[in-house]
Nanobody
Framework: QVQLVESGGGLVQAGGSLRLSCAAS????????MGWFRQAPGKEREFVAL????????QYTDSVKGRFTISRDNAKNTVYLQMNSLKPDDTAVYYC?????????????????WGQGTQVTVSS
């Protein structure tokens, strides 16, 4: 059974940076496309970024383009989300998830395994 554990969240002022990490265990990490999602209080979970198995393909939601960067290290079974120029609207619980299908997707219902989430709070 694959497990995902996020870390790196915290409280930061607007304009600051954080790097989230998601460590996988119990599976073959390089077989999985990986995604980051977030959920703010009272809102639905939304797609943030995804990265393909090899790391060659990435995709971002419009609101984070140019500020966030997703990457992965298959040797370390870890996916990262570098978040720069953070805004108060980025405040949410951030989740990583894995997708075993061959077609990349931003739909959370297509992701089979989720981490427990890490809180990111951006103060104004």
């Amino acid at each position: 059974q694959v497990q995902l554990v996020e870390s790196g969240g915290g409280l930061v002022q607007a304009g600051g940076s954080l790097r989230l990490s998601c460590a996988a265990s119990g599976g073959t990490f390089s077989n999985y496309n990986m995604g980051w999602f977030r959920q703010a209080p009272g809102k639905e979970r939304e797609f943030v970024a995804l990265i393909s198995r090899s790391g060659l393909w990435t995709q971002y939601t419009d609101s984070v383009k140019g500020r966030f960067t997703i990457s992965r290290d298959n040797a370390k079974n870890t996916v990262y989300l570098q978040m720069n120029s953070l805004k108060p609207d980025d405040t949410a619980v951030y989740y990583c998830a894995l997708h075993t299908g061959s077609v990349l997707t931003i739909r959370p219902q297509n992701y089979a395994v989720w981490g427990q989430g890490t809180q990111v709070t951006v103060s104004s």
